[in-house]
């Protein structure tokens, strides 16, 4: 990333993020609110580890010189397999310098340029989720709204909010069930039985995403329900310490699905050699959180479209590394465990 935006983003996130030159949980452990891993940090460091095990295969003798990172997801066309997670809670995590409307705007604006799609959070407080309506407006195709798993009438507000704008896409975080800083301000959110889920995503009446899922049975559970994706994440380490990384977890979750709707996965991801183990791993598409946080809080939608498209060339590198011509090439022969 562009030195300036980085030492912006330093000065803007003091005290909440560190900017390390890798941005891998150990120097924000602990740190909910905040940019870090809850606990010892170790779920959020294992998703750093758990991609660093896996290596690429090197194959330089084929006719690839010009791979396709086109993908069509949840009917809309992308340019890359890279989309970015939500993550919300500006001046409760990042910094007091922007406001949630400034930031998810440079977010989703960015994802927009660089032509794929960005997620905006739910929260703490209000402002988190009316900055989301506020930025969908403007970016209709290209922002994926992730609610948090509220008690029912909250929900239900939530929802209507998002068919009132015509959205025709809605995550919903269940992992947030775990989260401390919704806690600590009197908002607990609490797990949720498969058929509360069921009836959630039919009254949606929209695409609905599940995310946070870490175990093949929960998988299932979500494709029973309804879900039209799930996002592989354990919320980048903050609602659980000691959950396995998401790369370790990720082929058990896609045999289990078996091909019956797109598997997201996040956590840890960093680079396009990162993209191209999970997309080997059996993962549709992945998502990517603090390093686009930094971006934008550093230098608005024009770092965050060019941080997205700095991963695109970094896969597009591997796959002619490896002799895979478009996404639909890659697989598991590419890596080794
Ligand atoms: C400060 C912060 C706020 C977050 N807020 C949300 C949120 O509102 N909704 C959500 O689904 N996930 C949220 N997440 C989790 C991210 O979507 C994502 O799962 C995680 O950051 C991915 O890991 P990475 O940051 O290592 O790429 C948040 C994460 C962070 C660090």
Redesign the pocket.
């Known amino acids: 990333m562009d030195k300036q935006v980085l030492t912006t983003a330093r000065e803007r996130m003091h005290g909440f993020c560190r900017v390390c030159p890798v ?1 891998d ?1 150990r120097a924000c452990r602990g740190e909910v609110p ?2 870090g891993g809850t606990g010892t940090g170790s779920a ?1 460091m294992e ?1 750093l580890q758990a991609l660093g095990r896996i290596k690429i295969n090197m194959r330089t003798i084929h006719s690839v010189h010009a791979p396709d990172t086109g993908i069509k997801l949840l009917n809309r066309s992308l340019n890359m397999p890279i989309l970015i ?5 500006v001046h409760y ?2 910094t007091r310098d922007l406001n949630e409307k400034e930031y998810i705007a440079a977010m989703v604006g960015g994802a927009a340029h660089a032509g794929t799609l960005g ?1 905006t ?3 703490e407080v209000p402002e ?1 989720f009316e900055a989301a309506i506020d930025t969908l407006k403007s970016y209709p195709s290209r922002g994926i709204p ?1 609610i ?1 798993p509220w008690e029912d009438a909250q929900l239900s507000q939530r929802i209507a909010q998002l068919q009132s704008i015509g959205s025709e896409i809605c ?1 919903m ?1 269940i992992d ?1 069930a775990g989260l401390i800083t919704l806690k600590e301000l009197g908002q607990p959110v609490y797990p949720k039985t498969p058929t509360e889920i069921r009836k959630i995503i039919s009254r949606s009446k929209m695409q609905f995403i599940l ?2 899922i870490m175990t093949p049975d929960e998988a299932r559970i979500a494709v029973d329900a309804g879900a039209s994706a799930i ?1 592989v ?6 609602v659980l310490d000691h959950t396995p990384g998401t790369a370790e977890v990720l082929p058990g979750i896609v045999e289990a699905v078996n091909s019956s709707i797109p598997v997201l996965v ?4 960093r680079s396009g050699a990162d993209v191209f183990k999970m997309l080997a791993l059996g993962a549709t598409a992945v ?5 686009m ?1 930094i971006a934008a809080i550093g230098g608005g939608a024009e770092a965050v479209s060019t941080k997205l498209r700095a991963l695109q060339a970094e896969l597009e590198q591997v796959m002619i590394m490896t002799g895979a011509s478009d996404l639909s090439s890659i697989n598991p022969a590419h890596i080794r465990m």
């Open positions: 941005c949980g905040g940019m959020f998703n997670s939500p993550l919300g809670g995590n990042m997620g959070g739910d929260g988190i992730f948090k995550g975080d947030a995310k946070g996002v994440s354990n919320h980048g380490g903050r996040d956590g840890g991801i998502m990517i959180g603090r390093p946080a």
